[in-house]
């Protein structure tokens, strides 16, 4: 398990996760001796200092050997906030708004 205080993208509702799943990628993961900070924005950061926080954080995620897995567990809970497996916050909830389409087209054309 990671050091508190080190990045743990999630590990705010941690607890509601079944540990073992959980830490079996995550220990192997690219931030987890980094700080949390990098991929969690505070309500006060600028549209400047969020995209460079963001480009810096998803340049560990280029490295990061659980990035596949991270990325799944992001668009499967789903994480609302952070970056996670190489997405952003807008990358994810961009995603979720066009399947969400996707899926109302599809029944539209069922009926
Ligand atoms: S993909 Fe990024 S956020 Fe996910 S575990 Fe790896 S470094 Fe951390």
Redesign the pocket.
């Known amino acids: 398990m990671p050091k508190r205080g080190t ?1 743990m ?1 999630g590990g705010r509702s941690n607890s509601a996760r079944p540990a073992k799943a959980w830490t079996q ?2 220990d192997q ?4 001796e980094l700080s949390s900070r990098l ?1 969690y924005g505070h309500e006060s950061e600028s549209a400047a200092e969020r995209a460079t926080r963001e480009a810096t ?1 998803l340049a ?2 280029e ?2 050997p ?2 596949t897995q ?2 799944k567990h ?1 668009m499967n809970l789903p994480e609302m906030y ?5 997405t952003t916050e807008a990358h994810r909830k961009g995603t979720r708004r066009w399947s969400r389409a996707q899926q109302y087209d599809g029944a539209r054309r069922a009926s």
Do not use: E
């Open positions: 990045a993208p990628w995550h993961a690219a931030c987890s991929f954080a560990v995620c490295t990061c659980v990035r991270c990325r992001a952070g970056v996670w497996g190489g």
